[in-house]
């Protein structure tokens, strides 16, 4: 009778208590990505030791259905970024793949919620993006001096690598483009393809929305036209001359942007083949 009692005692406080516990959890994930933050920027060499500690953060919001609630949008964005940049401490090397498609799904559900936002298609092209650099590097160090002789460089980590795009670019004026490369339709190139298609969507719809608001970072012109640039790098002519004059109608209008001035490589890049673009 008296465990019965009890019982039902706790039955009828659950949900409230059920709530606190919650808020608990979400609070405690919070500090876990505030720690996190920390490491990459004083540490990223000592990653391994956190990522227990980033994998119980999403097994927590996975059990509270954190990203269920459409009101805690700011947290949900806050606490991605974290996790994500987590994730892609070093891309060239290859991303924690646990947590970078973890953060996938997560930037998925809110963008259920909220269909046309900046912020989360952004999220979701970094996050494909970041996914390639592995094997846009690998591909790099295997072809190595081929790819560079033949006139196809790939970046390792897209634009921020010592290796300005060479690639020949016809129509509308271009120079010559070099021959079809037959490497293009191996393996690791149409891996790439399958990492850089939905980035450059999610980056063009990224844009198109910002646009829209009349609010256009320059930050996301460069990263949308990173995007292009790296597709381009490995898709096959003329499919790859449409993606660098977009990429360079992109790196124009962040050149033009307020307050925002473009890395060297970009700079570089539109200074040299800016000209053919009308």
């Given at each position: 009778m008296s465990r019965h009692s009890g019982s039902s005692r706790h039955r009828s406080h659950q949900p409230r208590s059920s709530e606190s516990n919650s808020e608990d959890t979400i609070e405690q994930v919070k500090a876990v990505v505030d720690q996190l933050n920390g490491v990459m920027v004083s540490a990223p060499h000592e990653w391994e030791a956190y990522l227990p500690s980033a994998r119980s953060a999403m097994l927590a919001l996975d059990r509270v259905r954190f990203f269920r609630d459409s009101q805690r949008y700011t947290e949900q964005v806050w606490i991605l970024h974290g996790l994500q940049d987590f994730a892609f401490h070093d891309p060239d090397a290859g991303s924690i793949r646990d947590v970078a498609e973890w953060c996938q799904a997560a930037w998925l559900r809110i963008l259920r919620n909220y269909p046309d936002d900046v912020e989360t298609?952004?999220?979701?092209?970094?996050?494909?993006?970041?996914?390639?650099q592995a094997?846009?590097?690998r591909i790099q160090r295997e072809e190595g001096t081929d790819s560079s002789s033949s006139g196809s460089g790939l970046t390792g980590n897209s634009i921020d690598s010592d290796e300005i795009l060479t690639n020949g670019l016809e129509t509308n004026g271009?120079?010559?483009?070099?021959?079809?490369?037959?490497?293009?339709?191996?393996?690791?190139?149409v891996e790439a393809r399958g990492y850089l298609q939905p980035a450059v969507d999610f980056f063009t719809r990224a844009v198109a929305s910002a646009d829209a608001l009349g609010d256009l970072p320059g930050d996301l012109l460069a990263s949308a036209a990173e995007s292009h640039m790296s597709l381009g790098n490995v898709t096959a002519t003329p499919s790859d001359e449409r993606l660098f004059a977009q990429a360079i109608r992109y790196l124009r209008r962040a050149e033009e942007t307020p307050g925002y001035s473009l890395s060297i490589y970009l700079q570089q890049y539109l200074n040299e083949y800016g000209r053919y673009v009308s």
């Open positions: 298609l952004t999220g979701l092209g970094h996050n494909w993006l970041q996914r390639s094997t846009l590097a271009f120079s010559a483009a070099p021959p079809a490369d037959p490497r293009r339709q191996g393996p690791l190139y």
